[in-house]
T-cell receptor
Framework: DAGVTQSPTHLIKTRGQQVTLRCSPK?????VSWYQQALGQGPQFIFQ???????QRGNFPDRFSGHQFPNYSSELNVNALLLGDSALYLC????????????FGPGTRLTVL | QQPVQSPQAVILREGEDAVINCSSS?????VHWYRQKHGEAPVFLMI?????EQKGHEKISASFNEKKQQSSLYLTASQLSYSGTYFC????????FGAGTRLTVKP
C-alpha cells in the first residue's frame, strides 16, 4: 500500500517564476492538505481540498492556489515566487476530515534564488 | 491561532521519562501528535478526540483535557529512536501546529 507521494523532491526556481507541486494521497484517503514548513518551524497550513474543492484556507496570499483531481491527487501552484517562499512543502492526506489520521508525504524542498 | 507547546527542548538519557505539553486559547475538539526527524516528514503518532481520552503508541501515550484546552504527550522509558521534534496539531479542517518540542535522547 503506497503512502502519500510527492513530486518533485527538490526544486530550484528564481524570483518571479511559477511552480507546481504534485501530491498523490494514501490509498483510501480523499482529503489533501498542504503545508509550508520553514526551517526550524512547525508546518503552516496552506489549504485543504476535499471533493475537488478548497474546503479551508490558511493565512496565505492568493499567489498560492491549488487543485484536486477526481482521483484525489492534488497540485499546489505558487505564482510570482519570492525568496521567502523557500521552504519544505508538505502534502498530507486523510479520510474525510482531520478527525481521522493524517499522513504526510516526504515533501518537496523548494529553493527560490 | 496555533497551539503553544512546552518545553521548547528537552534532553534525556535512555530510559528516562518526559512530558510534552500543548495548550490552546481556543476550544479543542481534537489533538494530533506527530514526530519529525531531521530531514524527514512528520510521522503521525496518535489522535485524541474526546475529553479525557488517553491513547498509547508503544511507550508513548497522550491525554486530552478539554476543559483546560490542553493535551500532554508522555514518553516513558525513552529510547534513542524517540529523538526528534514533536508537534501537536489542533483544528478541524485547518490544522494548526505548535512550534515543536525538540527531544534528544542520549545513551
Amino acid at each position: 500500500d503506497a503512502g502519500v507521494t510527492q513530486s518533485p523532491t527538490h526544486l530550484i526556481k528564481t524570483r518571479g517564476q511559477q511552480v507546481t507541486l504534485r501530491c498523490s494521497p494514501k490509498s483510501g484517503h480523499d482529503t489533501v492538505s498542504w503545508y509550508q514548513q520553514a526551517l526550524g518551524q512547525g508546518p503552516q497550513f496552506i489549504f485543504q481540498y476535499y471533493e475537488e474543492e478548497e474546503r479551508q484556507r490558511g493565512n496565505f496570499p492568493d499567489r498560492f492556489s491549488g487543485h484536486q483531481f477526481p482521483n484525489y491527487s492534488s497540485e499546489l501552484n505558487v505564482n510570482a515566487l519570492l525568496l521567502g517562499d523557500s521552504a519544505l512543502y508538505l502534502c498530507a492526506s486523510s479520510f474525510r476530515t482531520l478527525s481521522n489520521e493524517q499522513f504526510f508525504g516526504p515533501g518537496t524542498r523548494l529553493t527560490v534564488l | 491561532q496555533q497551539p503553544v507547546q512546552s518545553p521548547q527542548a528537552v534532553i534525556l538519557r535512555e530510559g528516562e521519562d518526559a512530558v510534552i505539553n500543548c495548550s490552546s486559547s481556543k476550544a479543542l475538539y481534537s489533538v494530533h501528535w506527530y514526530r519529525q526527524k531531521h530531514g524527514e516528514a512528520p510521522v503521525f503518532l496518535m489522535i485524541l478526540l474526546k475529553g479525557g481520552e488517553q491513547k498509547g503508541h508503544e511507550k508513548i501515550s497522550a491525554s486530552f483535557n478539554e476543559k483546560k484546552q490542553q493535551s500532554s504527550l508522555y514518553l516513558t522509558a525513552s529510547q534513542l529512536s524517540y529523538s526528534g521534534t514533536y508537534f501537536c496539531g489542533t483544528g478541524n479542517n485547518d490544522m494548526r501546529f505548535g512550534a515543536g518540542t525538540r527531544l534528544t535522547v542520549k545513551p
